[in-house]
């Protein structure tokens, strides 16, 4: 209250919740403890790479976002909403995911692999949000649209599995390592063609990689995952400079050691 007896109303400006986030997340498998209390948050428009060895539990904590894991125990939303408050499908057509393999249909032509998801949800414009996309990832649909997957290269499919998870705008897109079957010449293309993506649309995305140099050049922070835990989370800088564990330094410096593109 001021001298004059009038009220002064402080307004604190709102923080936007995460894009995602994981609460101590527990996921077993079998007798096999996956996740084992992870918390994560990834704020809205950034990159987060999760890097480990295999096992580490990357692609279980990926896969809790869209619900193909129900963890046992804790909490994941997605933008601000508990992954559980609507159904798994509605969930898994809101937000874009590509896995390893691309998960193209075989049998149905590029365009319509593209408009999948539009479709399902009933925009009425799939076939253009389709062609949109395409053209984002370089692959316009005039010349690319009436081909089969068979008909492509392995770095084209992979721009068309992009392409899918694009084509209904979602505000996520998680990546299951999208790259790990590539050979370099054709990673480092689509590694370059993901950020020409994500500058252009903002999107959120969680990108599971076990190659910490790709971590490096994409990802705003990256999550070190081991034994189900992640022992640190920061931008790739941070890591360098000052590592959590012992575990952290020892990544960082094999990685520099093998390819030297970490060096700073």
């Not at 403890?33 to 279980?60: F, I, P, Q």
């Not at 395409?134 to 316009?140: F, I, K, Q």
Request: hydrophobic share 45%; with cysteine.
């Amino acid at each position: 209250m001021r001298d004059d007896g009038a009220y002064t109303v402080r307004v604190s400006a709102s923080v936007p919740p995460p894009a995602l986030a994981a609460r101590d997340v527990v996921h077993r498998y079998g007798v096999e403890r996956a996740l084992d209390g992870v918390s994560l948050d990834v704020a809205g428009g950034a990159t987060c790479a999760l890097v480990g060895e295999s096992g580490s539990g990357k692609t279980t904590l990926l896969r809790c976002f869209n619900r193909m894991v129900e963890p046992e125990h804790g909490a994941v939303s997605v933008g601000g909403a508990d992954v559980r408050a609507a159904s798994a499908v509605a969930l898994r057509r809101s937000v874009g995911y590509v896995p390893q393999d691309g998960g193209l249909l075989p049998h149905w032509r590029v365009l319509r692999n593209v408009a999948l998801v539009p479709s399902l949800r009933r925009m009425p414009n799939a076939t253009a949000l389709a062609s949109d996309a395409l053209a984002l990832v370089g692959l316009p649909a005039e010349r690319y649209g009436r081909r089969f997957p068979h008909e492509l290269s392995g770095g084209q499919r992979q721009r068309v599995a992009l392409a899918r998870a694009l084509a209904a705008r979602p505000g996520v897109i998680l990546l299951d390592e999208p790259f790990g079957a590539l050979d370099a010449i054709t990673r480092a293309d689509l590694q370059s063609a993901f950020a020409d993506v994500r500058a252009a649309t903002g999107v959120t995305t969680l990108l599971v990689t076990h190659d910490l140099a790709e971590a490096a050049r994409l990802a705003d922070t990256v999550a070190v995952m081991r034994a189900g835990r992640v022992e640190q989370c920061a931008p790739f800088a941070g890591l360098a400079a000052s590592p959590a564990t012992a575990y952290v330094a020892a990544l960082v410096a094999k990685a520099v050691e093998a390819t030297g593109a970490l060096r700073r």
